[in-house]
């Protein structure tokens, strides 16, 4: 099993797997965490969030986003991501941009299961030549 050389990742990771317990998904029973480590230093969960409309259910990545935003923070130092299964459970293309917004090209994704860190990632190389809010500049 991969090990991210950062101390702070163990925590980071460890609220990723306790968010996944809290998912809603009757519908796809694929449960999801996702934990940002926000510049503060405080840890930001969310889990995935169903409904009987199944394309307008919530994915763990943009409540944890949420979370961090209403707390005031607005960058990401790291992301952990914890799904099931065999295959690596990467940010979805939309998660992809919501985190593009708070994020560098060096942020780093940790890809995780129920037992750790899976793959370490960067948003750039998930994301690249991304388009964000630096386009937008005047
Ligand atoms: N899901 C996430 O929460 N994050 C991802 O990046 C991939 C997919 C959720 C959405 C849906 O509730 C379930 O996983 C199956 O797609």
Redesign the pocket.
């Known amino acids: 099993m991969p090990k991210s050389d950062d101390p702070n990742h163990a925590a980071l990771i460890s609220a990723a797997q306790r968010a996944m317990h809290n998912a809603y ?1 009757p519908y ?1 029973n ?1 449960q ?1 965490g996702a934990a940002i480590l926000a510049e503060d230093g405080n840890i930001y969960a969310g889990c ?1 969030v ?1 409904n009987a409309a199944y394309p307008v ?1 919530c ?3 943009a409540s944890a986003i949420s979370a961090m935003v209403m707390s005031g923070q607005t960058s990401i130092a790291a992301i952990a ?1 914890v ?1 099931a299964g065999d295959e690596l ?4 293309g939309g ?1 992809r941009q919501r985190i593009r917004e708070f994020s560098s090209e060096s942020t780093p994704i940790l890809v995780c299961d129920q037992n750790g860190l899976r793959h370490e990632t960067t948003l750039g190389e998930l994301l690249p030549l991304s388009f964000g809010p630096d386009n937008l500049q005047p």
């Open positions: 998904a796809s694929f999801v995935n169903e259910g994915c763990a990545e991501v799904g459970c990467t940010p979805c998660c």
